[in-house]
């Protein structure tokens, strides 16, 4: 597995937000679930995306946009429209109020939109544990993903299924919002002069990019520089000088931050696990030196980070784990 099919582990889909709206102007909706991430895609029209502290940005048709939470943002039709602001959250679709089609506007029922409509569709996605918010942590507030690219063969198959009604809806549009996803951020990492985060643009080198991946499929193995050098075909110096210039750091410096993030997960999620046992999960033969290297990494001991992190059954849907520990 490639680091980046990886990181996505906790960021699979269930049970999203997902919300159509046909909007005639004036109109405003403001977002205030404080969700890790949304996507909202412009299907038809154009709108405005105002995050809190931040310039607007214009959609157009086909064009994508993802905001990074928890902070709230608005979508309206103008700049300082006289619309009153619709809070989505407590009227878009849940799974609670009646299924993964509602639809949210002026325009219901109508089998096309009238001139000058906005149809706009819009996930929130759930991101969970810290494996994931090592792919969070790269993006900035706004992602904004035009029209023309991978995403758009996305595009046509979210229309169609928000606009049915039929069984299996909702696990059809969490897949749908995966590949959006997916589809989305790798279009932003591979930009012209966009900077993507070291270890996306080191998968590609022959030699760092098959090191990643045995990194990622076998993180418990007892890996060494010669080891993984030697299943990469090539020689230690050699890898250890690559994999530092393209990642940015180390082999080995890579794989106990990977695993530090393996265990973090692991300590939140299994509370009735002895450190010894998590210990092992993630590579190390005994407590006592997996409790010194998560300390090395994480700033505290893994006794400490446990009692600091909150029932993961307590966080409600979108919310930070790491905010709520404090």
Known sequence: MD????????????????GSSTLSPPWALHFVDGAPLTLCTVLGGTGWIVPEGRPPERLSAGETVIVRGPA????VDEVGTQAEPIA???????????????????NDGCAEPPAGATT???GAYPVRGEISRRLLDTLPVVLRVAS???ADAVLGHLAAEVAADTPGQQVVLDRLLDWLLVCALREYFD?????PPAWYTAQRDPVVGDALRLLHAEPTAPWTVSSLAGRTGVSRSTLARRFADLVGEPPLTYLTRWRMTLAADLLAERETATLAEIAHAVGYSDAFT???????????????????APD???????????????
Do not use: N, Y
């Not at 680091?3 to 997902?18: I, T, V």
């Not at 059954?313 to 404090?326: H, K």
């Open 290 to 308: 997996f409790s010194a290297a998560f300390k090395r990494i994480r700033g505290v001991s893994p006794s400490e980070f446990r009692r600091a």
């Open 191 to 195: 930009r012209p002069g966009g900077e």
């Open 3 to 18: 680091a980046f099919s990886d990181l996505f582990r906790g960021m699979r889909a269930q049970g999203s937000l997902f």
């Open 312 to 326: 993961p059954a307590a966080v409600p849907p979108g919310a930070d784990r790491r905010e709520v520990a404090r």
């Open 72 to 75: 709230p943002f608005t979508f």
């Open 88 to 106: 989505c959250g407590e009227h878009c679709a849940t799974p609670e109020q009646g299924g993964t089609r509602h639809r949210l506007g002026w």
């Open 148 to 150: 023309g690219g991978g």
């Open 120 to 122: 706009l569709i819009v």
